[in-house]
């Protein structure tokens, strides 16, 4: 009986998680908008970036919105990106993995992690930039955990930076650019928050996405080889699956590697 009022009040948390992530990722969403042009993120309110008319309270209910109006702008009928709803449902759906799988603290950390990791990885999708602001809002957040809230020694958090770092910074001059500054300095912030250890899985993940991403892209014809594709959302998609099954995927590796 216990037991399921306290699976009940779950149920209940998760859905309320779920809900409070649909308006983060609202949020989100104006953050990909105005961060690479250099706007505030506060001032003005939402607005149509077509007619420029101020949104509704109404138009201001994350998904809901946008299947009511039909994905147009009442003002001036400019079609809504589908960036929109994807971002407010997946930063929802992220947040309720992760109250899955952390409690406490632990939640609200991962929860602000991976909010900046969403606004990096549509705004590298469309701008094929990582700004450095945001970089140094996980770099805070990192040496924040580290400091009060530690789950690894500074030695493991500290060689993770400097492999992640070094190791970018050669695969850049290498590839002449094929890797940009902001990989290198997303990648030194991931390898202090994950330690090297992880990072190394990280990186296996994030290599292994892009090589699939990029030939299907080619084979398809949908890029050349000489057009670049994006980094950052292989390196956030591949943090993402560490945080939530990375001890389950080493363990399956060790297991069958026979280490
Ligand atoms: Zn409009």
Not at 14 to 23: A, D, P, Q, W
Not at 51 to 71: H, M
Not at 91 to 114: K, M, Q
């Amino acid at each position: 009986m216990l037991t399921d009022l306290n699976w009940k009040g779950r149920c209940a948390k998760m859905i309320l998680v779920f809900v409070v992530g649909l308006f983060i990722g609202s949020f989100l969403n104006v953050c990909i908008c105005r961060i690479p042009n250099g706007e505030s993120i506060v001032f003005p309110s939402s607005h149509c970036p077509g007619c420029g008319r101020s949104l509704t309270p109404w138009e201001l209910i994350p998904v809901i919105s946008f299947i009511i109006q039909g994905c147009r702008c009442k003002g001036c009928n400019r079609q809504i990106s589908w960036r929109y709803p994807v971002v407010e449902l997946l930063t929802a759906a992220v947040f309720a993995a992760i109250f899955t799988r952390f409690s406490g603290i632990d939640f609200y950390i991962h929860v602000l992690f991976y909010g900046v990791m969403i606004v990096i990885l549509f705004i590298d999708l469309e701008n094929q930039i990582i700004p450095n602001s945001l970089v140094l809002l996980l770099l805070g957040l990192s040496l924040l955990v580290q400091l009060f809230w530690p789950v690894q020694p500074w030695t493991t958090a500290l060689l993770g930076g400097l492999l992640g770092g070094s190791l970018f910074l050669l695969l850049a001059i290498v590839s002449r650019g094929g890797m940009g500054g902001g990989d290198i300095k997303l990648v030194t912030v991931l390898g202090f928050w994950f330690g090297w250890a992880s990072l190394l899985l990280v990186l296996f993940l994030a290599f292994l996405g892009g090589g699939l991403v990029g030939g299907i892209l080619l084979l398809t014809g949908l890029k050349k080889r000489k057009d670049g594709i994006a980094f950052g959302p292989f390196l956030v998609l591949a943090s993402f699956i560490v945080t939530m099954w990375g001890k389950q995927l080493l363990g399956w590796y060790i297991g069958i590697s026979g280490l």
